[in-house]
């Protein structure tokens, strides 16, 4: 796999997994039954901390990819950080004793923390740890591997590269024809070769002479009658 692709497929992987995490930290992870009351106890109330670590972890991958060297490599553990701190916030918020104790404050007139059925779903809390150890991971990828990863700049710096070399080239190119043809390629196009004066070559004689200036040298007109 080459190291383009390997970074693509690093930013595919860690955007599901930060996509896990906010998935689960805006669903009900709980309902408490008092009575005939039901309380829904959502992620924000028992694991507040997952919806700051996924946008945190999003903001991280668009890092990777602007940055490069050491500060690459300090975004890959700041990643493993977010990815950590949403595994804690999961197994935290999927204890019942959590859920009890957040709808009794809510629910006017509880009888308290154990008076309620607490019913859990526990798909989401498990999602929201698989997400956080995907992002562990690939933080922890980023910090050992992301300096061997190209970053955005480099696609433009080859192509600039690209287009000075066959500019380069075109100049010889041309340079080398015009000798071939006999011209003389350090002369400026837009002056002519006039006979006789700079650059030119041959021609009769105009500057003067003893038939008076500006008169070509002609034998007939000094002949004597």
Do not use: K, Q
Not at 165 to 171: H, Q
């Amino acid at each position: 796999m080459t190291a383009a692709r390997a970074l693509w497929t690093w930013v595919a992987v860690c955007a599901a997994g930060a996509g896990l995490v906010l998935l689960s930290s805006g669903r009900d992870w709980f309902t408490v039954t008092y009575g005939a009351r039901a309380v829904p106890v959502s992620a924000a109330d028992v694991a507040p901390a997952l919806g700051p670590a996924a946008w945190a972890a999003l903001a991280a991958i668009v890092a990777v990819l602007a940055t490069r060297g050491v500060w690459r490599g300090i975004v890959g553990g700041v990643m493993a950080a977010c990815g950590a701190g949403a595994v804690a916030a999961a197994w935290a918020g999927s204890r019942p004793a959590a859920a009890a104790s957040v709808a009794a404050e809510h629910a006017t007139g509880a009888a308290g923390p154990a008076g309620g059925l607490v019913t859990a779903a526990p798909a989401w809390p498990v999602v929201a740890a698989v997400g956080g150890l995907v992002l562990l991971a690939g933080g922890a990828v980023a910090a050992v591997r992301g300096r061997r990863w190209p970053g955005m700049s480099d696609r433009y710096e080859r192509s600039g590269g690209a287009g000075r070399a066959e500019a380069r080239g075109t100049g010889e190119r041309a340079l080398w024809d015009a000798i071939d043809r006999g011209a003389d390629p350090t002369a400026d196009p837009e002056t002519p070769d006039v006979p006789g004066g700079p650059g030119g070559h041959g021609g009769p004689n105009i500057s003067g002479g003893p038939d008076g200036p500006g008169r070509p040298d002609d034998p007939d007109t000094s002949r004597s009658f």
